[in-house]
């Protein structure tokens, strides 16, 4: 197999691995960062704020036997290590972004993606990816846009809008929820130069959108679905961990809900001219010798 055909091989495995995901703005940043990741190869990656462990285990179905991931939160270790039970060269850890457990140039390649957003000193979080990193390293972020579509939430972006404040917590929290700051992309790529990289490309996302999107997606659903109230079936259409189970059958709602959203993020791009109102920025930075 040739480079393009295994560019092309990683491309349709990805797809197969989201095809169940009803989160358009998680679904284009995975994506993406494969896209920018390419073949794993024998790279080391890290997963800094690996929450769950979904990226751990996309990478490892990629190939990818040199991973680790880190994060803060209990519930959320233990449940990244009952995601990549019995897969091969992942190392789990709780570890603070200011204080990684590495040794300098540790690794080839970090994910940061939704981390930079929930920490008080970003420029310190950058600056400890940048020690980890080896010479040549890359570290792909992503964070939430400030000027995001009014319909992905409503409730904030009157808020903001008329008010100057916004909700930060519980199901009406919207794209705000547990954030610290939102950036634009003139400060999310000056924070990144300031912390010692050169910057490789910076893309922004998801603008058509259905109204209440993410009060939707993670204000009631999410919480909802892990409860157990409605039911196993119903939970494993939209377990973005289960991707490699079969697929849910097309009378299951939940995999009619994901077809919708999917229907109207066909015509979204995966990078928006400067002054379209974007769910996501993504940026691609590299530690330069």
């Not at 540790?106 to 981390?115: G, M, P």
């Not at 000193?121 to 995001?148: F, K, N």
């Not at 992309?185 to 010692?196: F, H, I, K, N, W």
Request: aromatic share 8%.
């Amino acid at each position: 197999m040739n480079a393009a055909e295994r560019s092309a091989a990683a491309a349709s495995a990805v797809e197969r691995m989201l095809r169940q995901e009803a989160d358009p703005a998680f679904r284009r940043r995975a994506r993406l960062l494969f896209e920018w990741l390419g073949e794993p190869g024998e790279r080391r990656i890290l997963d800094c704020g690996c929450g769950r462990g979904f990226y751990l285990k996309m990478l490892h179905h990629l190939g990818a036997r040199r991973l680790a991931g880190v994060d803060l939160e209990p519930a959320l270790l233990a449940k990244a290590k009952r995601n990549t039970a019995g897969l091969a060269g992942i190392a789990i850890a709780s570890a603070s972004v200011y204080a990684l457990p590495f040794a300098d140039a540790s690794f080839d390649v970090v994910f940061l993606s939704e981390v930079l957003e929930h920490v008080e000193r970003d420029g310190d979080a950058l600056a400890e990816i940048h020690r980890v990193l080896a010479p040549g390293g890359e570290a792909l972020l992503t964070v939430p846009h400030a000027d995001y579509p009014f319909l992905w939430d409503p409730i904030n972006k009157t808020l903001e809008t008329m008010f100057g404040t916004h909700i930060g917590r519980g199901p009406l929290a919207g794209l705000w929820a547990n954030h610290v700051r939102l950036y634009r992309p003139a400060e999310l790529r000056q924070r990144v130069e300031a912390g010692g990289f050169q910057v490789v490309e910076q893309r922004s996302f998801v603008h058509r959108c259905l109204p209440f999107t993410h009060n939707v997606l993670y204000g009631i659903g999410k919480p909802l679905l892990e409860s157990g109230l409605l039911g196993r079936n119903l939970a494993d259409a939209v377990d973005r961990a289960s991707f490699d189970h079969d697929t849910p059958r097309r009378w299951n709602p939940m995999s009619a809900a994901v077809r919708l959203l999917q229907w109207v993020d066909r015509k979204n791009r995966d990078s928006e001219p400067e002054g379209v109102t974007t769910v996501n920025l993504a940026l691609r930075a590299r530690k330069v010798d």
